[in-house]
């Protein structure tokens, strides 16, 4: 009985897969979208996978073209190699991320994942709190870090905020309130988690700041009683709209 062979177009489709990985991973890194995927200390694996992953196409191809004449080997031997199907789903996935631009987690995503106003213990690495930052000089990220180690608001009351983040409306907070967030990610966009603080306006409602628009507050610090819990606010001096940071996250 004659034993069936691997198709040949089964392994130049894996060898696709491959190549389309290795392109996809060094667009995102040459037009700065690696950022949003990925945290920094990653990014250096992420081109040397890219770069593999390319290389690995082209010896791959190589060794197919040189083989073309040569008889195919039984199935059996070639049972290592993944089904077309799974190799057809990753060039289809690869493509898809060639032509649509990936874009940074917005305020419908903060709400679904928690807004909070303090990190929690596990999140918070010691080595990244910068206790003696001027109060203007702290990010959000910086806030959410200092308040976990010391939360009594009343200890910040008066001091200045410079903040830059989206604007989130919450449902749950008086209308003269939006919460200015930011996402921030230990590993990858899977991880990534909201970090926020309550902004209270003096002069406007929230509905003067869409959700998702980009700002920044400077304002003073103050304590708030907001859902039943005294936590610090930032009253609000001046709100202005500003572009979509290159890198919208926080670390």
Known sequence: MKSQSEPRWHFWLDNLAIFAWGVLLLKYWLTGKLRIL???AYTWLSVVAGIAFIVVAFWKSQQLWKRRHLPMLPQQHVSLFPPAWGSGFLVVSACVGLVFTPRPFASQVALERGVTEALAVTRVEPQSFRGSANPEDRSIIDWTRTLSVYPEP???AGQPADVIGFVIHADELPENYIIVARFTIT??????????LPVRLTSETRQAYQPDLWVRVRGEIA??????RRQVAIVAQSIEPVPEPENPYDY
């Open 38 to 40: 990925i945290h920094p």
């Open 223 to 228: 304590t708030a009683t907001l859902q039943d």
């Open 187 to 196: 590993c990858c966009a899977a991880d990534a988690y909201p970090v926020g």
């Open 154 to 156: 009343d200890a910040y």
